[in-house]
């Protein structure tokens, strides 16, 4: 069964402070593994897909890389519109996504 | 990147009654949907993968007799909840991926906005 964990749950940052955020992942056969920003009361809003341990996207403040068990998003730089949910999800048979639990951020001005 | 849209954004209704939830596809063709519930503070679930002129495919749990997913079209997908109770309250979710773009773009699933369903 493939499995996700994400940490912290929540994380507090000041506008200008960098930080990472993590996912752990256990799946059989990788079909991906994609990030995605979730505002309160919409549907998440796609920002990477990752393939390949030692794959790296940038877009704008937020960088993506992988390994062979965890990926990490960077955040450099936040600003207050930054904060929202992060979430990891990994690609399995069928397309099918399993998601992790998320980590909720702010970003204080 | 792809767009796709859901009808209605929210919706409230007596427990008992039944709710259809649109999920459609503006500007691709969509073979394949997704549906899936988040409860508060909850990662999303997959409840079922939804196939264009085939019966949907229902994750372990889900009860395909409650929650009646029909694809009838390339750019349409309905999940329908039936005889709704408060615990059926959630946000449901639709995602889509766009099976003509090339490479591993395919693989990437766009969200609609979400169905908040509150039953009374």
């Known amino acids: 069964e493939d499995q996700v964990t994400q940490s912290p749950e929540a994380l507090r940052l000041q506008e200008g402070e960098s930080s990472s955020l993590n996912c752990s992942y256990t799946?059989?056969?990788?079909?991906?593994l994609f990030w995605y920003r979730q505002d309160p009361g919409k549907g998440p809003e796609f920002l990477f897909t990752?393939?390949?341990a030692g794959e790296e996207k940038e877009k704008e403040r937020l960088k993506a890389t992988l390994t062979k068990k965890e990926s990490f998003l960077h955040i450099t730089a936040p600003k207050p519109e930054d904060s929202a949910t992060y979430l990891c999800a990994v690609g399995g048979s069928n397309y099918k996504l399993t998601f992790g639990k998320g980590t909720l951020l702010t970003v204080n001005p | 990147g792809a767009v796709v849209s859901q009808h209605p954004s929210w919706v409230i209704c007596k427990s008992g009654t039944s709710v259809k939830i649109e999920c459609r596809s503006l500007?691709?063709?969509?073979?394949?949907m997704f549906w899936y519930r988040q409860f508060p503070k909850q990662s999303l679930m997959l409840m079922a993968t939804?196939?264009?002129?085939?019966?949907?495919?229902?994750e372990q749990g889900v009860e395909k007799d409650k929650f009646l997913i029909n694809h009838a079209s390339l750019t349409l997908s309905t999940l329908t909840v039936t005889s709704a109770h408060p615990e059926d309250s959630s946000f449901y979710i639709c995602?889509?991926?766009?099976?003509?773009?090339?490479?591993?773009?395919?693989?990437?699933?766009?969200f609609g906005p979400g169905t908040r369903l509150t039953v009374l």
């Open positions: 990752l393939y390949s």
């Open positions: 939804s196939n264009e002129g085939s019966k949907a495919t229902y």
């Open positions: 995602s889509a991926r766009d099976p003509g773009a090339s490479g591993t773009a395919g693989d990437e699933q766009f």
């Open positions: 799946v059989s056969g990788l079909r991906g």
């Open positions: 500007d691709f063709q969509a073979t394949t």
